[in-house]
């Protein structure tokens, strides 16, 4: 999440010598990179973070969520941390392995039997009583965090920037593409990511293939809600209607602040 900055010396020399030569060009170069900036930039990555945490966990301080864990009756075992971990979808696995790898004898190390075998399903066999105490101590230690971290970007976020550039849409779409492989997963069964997008390729063309951006969203939201109807878990689809969708019919495809948007009725604003 903290990418570093680069320094700025080289870059400000050759733009002040550009500048002084060719003033015209290099504010066309400057205005298309700023229209070119995607979700993957740190302030809208940021951003990006704080609207998830606020349909997933009514709160935008998504640094207080490394440590959330709980049933939420979803089939899934249990929820936890920044992007929502499932102790029954694999990822929870992948990340405790990956955390026990950079850091061996940690907290949740010993869990790691107990997850492969609830893996599919939502046993806590092997789990309870002690694992959500662990993993609230665990979520103290910043190799856990940076782990969280790590995940989170290789298997959700990543993935939705690189296949939203791919698509030619902005920041905004590139997020709608996040929040839907956050809650549905990018795997092959028929409400995953990969299928939302195709049931919106059925009905608009991307930028990429010369569709209207804002028309390919509305049919991938279309798509997305009928996704989150499967489900009686996800049945509330206001993250779509009442954020969303809102930021579309703005056509603040940049996803440039100030935003307002509500989740299950709450009120939430970035300024």
């Known amino acids: 999440m903290h990418t570093p900055h680069i320094a700025p010396s080289r870059r400000t020399l050759l733009t002040l010598i550009g500048a002084s030569l060719v003033a015209g060009p290099l504010i066309a170069t400057q205005s298309a990179t700023a229209a070119a900036v995607g979700l993957d930039d740190p302030a809208k990555k940021e951003i990006a973070m704080k609207l998830v945490s606020s349909a997933e966990n009514s709160s935008l301080d ?30 929870m696995l992948e990340l405790v392995e990956l955390y026990t790898q950079r850091k061996p004898g940690n907290v949740l190390a010993k869990y790691l039997p107990a997850l492969r075998e609830v893996d599919g399903g939502d046993s806590h066999d092997g789990l309870d009583p002690g694992f959500p105490a662990d993993w609230r101590r665990a979520a103290q230690d910043t190799a856990f965090q940076q782990a969280q971290n790590d995940e989170r970007d290789r298997v959700y976020f990543d993935p939705a920037v690189r296949q939203g550039k791919a698509d030619g849409i902005g920041a905004l779409g590139q997020f709608t593409y996040y929040d839907a492989i956050v809650m549905h ?39 997305r809600v009928w996704a989150m109807k499967q489900e009686e878990a996800h049945s509330d689809t206001s993250r779509v209607d009442t954020a969303q969708r809102v930021f579309v019919r703005n056509r603040n495809l940049n996803l440039n602040t100030p935003l307002d948007w509500k989740v299950y009725g709450d009120s939430y604003h970035i300024g």
Do not use: M
Not at 65 to 86: N, P, S, V
Not at 190 to 207: D, E, H, V
């Open 185 to 223: 997963g990018n795997g092959d069964d028929s409400t995953s990511f990969g299928n939302i997008r195709r049931r919106a390729l059925a009905k608009a063309r991307t930028p990429a293939q010369g569709g209207d951006e804002v028309t390919y969203l509305n049919a991938f939201l279309d798509a």
């Open 62 to 91: 998504w640094k207080a969520q490394y440590k959330y864990i709980e049933d939420i009756g979803d089939g899934r075992g249990y929820t936890a941390g920044i992007i929502g971990f499932c102790s029954g979808t694999h990822d």
